[in-house]
Every structure is written in C-alpha cells, then in structure tokens.
C-alpha cells in the first residue's frame, strides 16, 4: 500500500495492491472530519460516529478473498451494504458485471464516488442506503458486508437483512474482526454458513485476526 496526499485540500489517496489488481481509494482529511462530527455532536448527541471514513483491516481481508476466489464476483451483480470508503466494491468492479455501493453517509458516498473517478470505473455506482430502511426492489446475486457487527443494538436488523437476501437466493460474504462482543451474533450466523476462513491484515503496526463467512442459501 501506498499514500498520495493533496496538499490543498488534506486529502489523501491510498493504493491496495491485490495480486494484479491495484485499487486506489480516496481517502477524506481526518481532522476535517473530527470537526465536523463534533461540530454535529454538539447540535445532536446522536450523530453516528464517522467510522466510514477510513478503511479498515476487515475490507483488506474481504478484498483479499475475493482476489483469491474471484468466481464468487466474476460475472455477477454485486451489491455493498455499509460500504465506507468502499474498496471491496472497487476490486470487485473489476470482476462484477454490475457493483452498486452504499452507505447510510453522504459523505461516504461523495468519497466513493471519487474513487470510482480515480479508478476509472464504468461498471459501479453509488446510493446512499440504510439498512433499516432498503428499498423492496433492491437485489442482487452477491451481498458484501465489512466490520458491520460492532454494535449489539444493531445485531436484530442486520440479521433480518441477510435473512432476507439469503430467501431472496443472494450469496453474502461477511468480514469482521474476531471481537468478544460479535460472537453471539456470529455464531447465529452458523447455520448459514458454507464457508469460514481466518486472514490476518496488518494495521498500524498489529496483526488483526479476520473472520471471513460465505452465507449462501440452502441448496
């Protein structure tokens, strides 16, 4: 990985090299964003914190599987919920026929639209989505999900979410950290699963343990 900085405006651009795939993600300005999430802080108390603005450990892993099992993306329509920054949706352009990425953050989906630009991409595009409130219509044949089960109040939604992809005959990958308080849920997830594998990403400076899961429906 490699890091550009734009001197006017802060930002950076960050390049992943996957086998040989390179993905360029641009990354926004970190004490702009702390200023802006305490700017809303203070006039909301509830305002989410910014974890999309970076990217993390679990979406290396995920686009390290993907690289190495391209037939999961090759050909297929590809769709990422709780994206951020959205670098696996970025590697898996170069496979999918079709990627829409997403985030429950305009921000986020500003940012993602910039590495489409950067990444000279023609087969992605970008909405901003909350999974509590999908749009009916919205399917597709591969669902990705990175470091989404952090957060216990959340578990109930995200699971009836994969449910209902999983009835719909969509396969979903899922990338997480090994964390204590995601095991439950993880466990839930068991049943479903017809793939586990365990990859390490170094992130400043530590070896972070990633679970990553192929949920795919009965057969």
Known sequence: ???????????TVQA??????????????????KEQYYHRLQRNELTPFPYW??????SIAIC??????????????????AGGLGLPSMLSAKYAERVI??????????????????????????????????PDHLDADLIL????????????????????????GSTIIISTPQRIQGRDFLELLMPLCSWQEEITVTHLDQQVAVTILVLEPAT
Request: with cysteine; net charge negative; proline share 3%.
């Open 1 to 11: 990985m490699h890091t550009e900085r734009d001197s006017n405006n802060g930002e």
């Open 16 to 33: 992943f090299q996957f086998g040989t795939q390179e993905v360029q993600i641009c990354i926004p300005d970190t004490d702009k964003v």
């Open 53 to 58: 603005a970076q990217v993390w450990p679990a």
């Open 64 to 81: 390290r599987f993907i690289n190495a099992h391209t037939h999961f993306v090759y050909g297929k329509k590809v769709l990422e919920l």
């Open 101 to 134: 990425v997403s985030d429950y953050a305009f921000e986020a989906v500003f940012f993602q639209n910039k590495s489409i630009d950067r990444n000279q991409l023609k087969n992605i595009s970008c909405v901003q989505l909350n999974w509590h409130t999908l």
């Open 145 to 168: 999900l990175s470091d989404i089960n952090y957060d216990p109040i959340e578990f109930e939604t995200i699971y009836a979410v994969l449910l209902r992809f999983i009835n719909q």
